[in-house]
């Protein structure tokens, strides 16, 4: 009989057991060759994981997605878009080929300009394939300097209703780029009374407000170690607003709030999940205050995914106010969390329909809103049901 000491010198695989075979195989750790510095850019984990993986190619139910951008001005200046001419970025076919296999009924595409512009983008979509495409109108900062800009955008708003808009659509142009000189001068805050008369026209032609304000909270800290988007800004440097004369997250909201309380009888859609999803006690605080405030879920599946126990509570508490939404521009290839594209309404709806763990929120190889990945929370056909088309459809009036 060996003894287990025995059994090991024997074979050489104990420390110090004076065979050159037994020195070999259990070389000291020091004498590991040390690995090479890693470029983070070039760092691709693979996940050893091993999980249950779904695939989800169509919605449970049809689909209106909220937030997209088919359409886009063809010039703009320091964040401010300055002319009503449209530029396509997606053909109807291309669109509806996709729009068919997803379960995707209807795209609201937000940013359908406005005067000529936004006439041409609805005849092109919304009345060449009546339900399949809602187009929105912007604001024409453009005659901001006008003496009577306030009337003349109330006006406009009306004039883009007879013109077949259905919302408006506000860029974060408000707040973060529009300057007293349109492109110079003091920031215009949000809450300026000058758009008064927009805001009313808007609620009394039932036409909702998607109103972006803000952005990540990480992108008003420093580009630097700490930041938990360091790529992203790296990639995007001027997607910052740390520093100059920005305002904060927290002022931009509490601007946008004072909007929704002077104006209870518009509706408005807090796009990117209340631009807040970091937070979701404030949204739930800011909607409990606001009962004009809806939320669509746009480009923050990554963000709702990663806390997913308090986003499940909370769709199951705000199922009347959430909106499916993606963000989605065709052809946008270098924002994979908005690509329009199969994989990424396949993303959404794993989120939203299963109990997966651990996969990814973008149509991409790294990350590319931060190094994280999503759970889902298999919501229940009834909320699943008012997310995916029905509060979309209460607001549009369809
Ligand atoms: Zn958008």
Redesign the pocket.
């Known amino acids: 009989m060996i003894n287990r000491r025995q059994w090991l010198y024997g074979m050489g695989l104990m420390a110090g057991a004076g065979t050159e075979i037994g020195r070999a195989a259990v070389a000291a750790p020091e004498d590991k060759p040390k690995p090479a510095p890693l470029d983070l850019s070039q760092y691709e984990p693979k996940s050893m994981l091993q999980v249950h993986e779904s695939h989800v190619p169509r919605a449970k139910f049809p689909v209106i997605d909220f937030?997209?951008?088919i359409s886009v001005s063809t010039k703009s200046e320091k964040g401010v878009e300055l002319s009503p001419d449209r530029q396509y970025l997606g053909t109807p076919q291309e669109l509806l080929a996709v729009m068919d296999r997803k379960n995707l009924k209807t795209m609201v595409n937000?940013?359908g300009g406005y005067e000529k512009g936004l006439v041409e983008a609805v005849t092109k979509y919304d009345r060449a394939y009546p339900g399949r495409f809602l187009t929105f109108t912007e604001p024409s900062y453009s005659r901001f300097k006008e003496p009577d800009y306030p009337k003349l955008q109330g006006q406009a708003i009306e004039q883009a209703h007879r013109d077949g808009a259905r919302g408006l659509k506000i860029?974060k142009t408000l707040g973060l780029y529009l300057r007293e000189n349109i492109t110079s001068g003091p920031l215009v805050k949000i809450d300026d009374p000058r758009f008064d008369p927009m805001w009313d026209a808007c609620g009394r032609l039932n036409m909702p407000v998607a109103i972006?304000i803000s952005d990540p909270v990480a992108f008003f800290t420093p580009t630097d170690r700490f930041n938990e988007r360091y790529e992203e800004l790296n990639n995007h440097p001027d997607w910052s607003f740390y520093g100059g004369d920005f305002p904060s997250n927290a002022e931009l909201i509490e601007a946008r709030n004072r909007v929704f309380a002077r104006h209870p009888k518009t509706q408005f859609v807090t796009?990117?999940f209340g631009n807040f999803s970091e937070n979701l006690q404030n949204v739930a605080e800011n909607l409990d205050r606001f009962p004009n405030m809806h939320v669509d879920m746009?480009?923050r599946i990554g963000e709702l995914g990663r806390q997913p126990f308090t986003a499940r509570k909370f769709f199951d508490k705000y199922q009347d106010r959430i909106l499916f939404a993606t963000?989605a521009?065709p052809h946008g290839d270098e924002f994979p969390q908005?690509v329009f594209n199969d994989q990424l309404y396949e993303i959404y709806y794993r989120f939203l329909e299963t109990e997966d763990e651990y996969f990814d929120y973008a149509p991409a190889k790294i990350p590319p809103q931060g190094r994280w990945r999503i759970y889902g929370i298999n919501l229940p056909d009834g909320i699943l049901r008012k997310v995916y088309n029905g509060n979309a459809a209460r607001l549009l009036r369809i």
Do not use: G, N, R
Request: glycine content about 0%.
């Open positions: 937030h997209t951008h937000l940013t860029l972006h796009l990117h746009a480009a963000d521009t908005q």
